[in-house]
């Protein structure tokens, strides 16, 4: 049963244009969702957060958007930068219990110069 | 650097022996996260600690185990190793778990059984 979906295991965008990453969840408890970004041979590290009492946060070129009612997160990274050639995780947790995350898939991003 | 120090980064071993894998928290966070990576299932929760008490299980088998430390250290120990264990394990931590903030990786464990 996989709760947080990425659907799409990769995408290439144009250097300098916006790069859109998608992600869907089943679990209507979820209400803190995070993207992670992670490099080979590097452990996930943190990018954005976005609790469920907002639906939008921004971080600079990053910027996350919630749809509660479609179950649904996106992560906006404007402009694009070769630097952000990477796997993006999307993660989801419930803050009742543990705070434990559920993992997407990943979906590798390649910047094309 | 996300401050989360794991040790050591490659262990390599064969079925049947123990291995210890472990990790030094950020400083100031108290709860310490563990979850394997293998290649057909993604990064998986195994385990949680809370300030050195047990606070929630995932998928971990019986053969595996861990404990936090009164420093907060904590380590992950596999016992009976099988060569569906390779894998990568990485340890996150946290200030609170209560509170709405980001788990903090280190760079994992690549484990390869033989």
């Known amino acids: 049963d996989q709760q947080v979906k990425q659907n799409s295991p990769s995408l290439s965008v144009q250097e300098g244009r916006i790069s859109i990453l998608n992600c869907d969840y089943t679990n209507s408890m979820f209400d803190y969702f995070l993207w992670y970004k992670k490099y080979p041979a590097e452990g996930p590290t943190f990018l954005i957060s976005i609790s469920s009492i907002k639906d939008k946060n921004e971080d600079g070129r990053f910027t996350v958007f919630l749809n509660k009612s479609a179950k649904h997160l996106s992560l906006h990274i404007v402009p694009s930068q070769p630097g952000d050639s990477a796997v993006y995780f999307c993660?989801?947790?419930?803050?009742?219990?543990?705070?434990?995350?559920?993992f997407g898939q990943g979906t590798r991003l390649t910047i094309n110069p | 650097d996300s401050g989360v120090t794991q040790t050591p980064k490659h262990l390599i071993t064969a079925t049947g022996q123990r291995v210890t894998l472990r990790c030094s928290p950020r400083?100031?966070?108290?709860?310490v996260y563990w979850y394997q990576q293998s290649l057909d299932q993604g990064l998986q929760f195994l385990i949680q600690y809370y300030n050195g008490e047990e606070r929630a299980k995932g998928n971990i088998l019986e053969r595996f185990s861990a404990q936090q430390f009164p420093d907060l250290h904590s380590e992950l120990n596999l016992s009976s190793l099988e060569l569906g264990d390779s894998a990568l394990y990485f340890c996150?931590?946290?200030?609170?778990?209560?509170?709405?903030?980001?788990?903090?990786f280190g760079d994992g464990t690549r484990l390869s059984i033989l």
């Open positions: 993660a989801a947790s419930a803050r009742r219990g543990a705070q434990k995350l559920v």
């Open positions: 996150a931590s946290s200030v609170d778990p209560g509170l709405s903030q980001p788990q903090h």
């Open positions: 400083s100031g966070d108290l709860s």
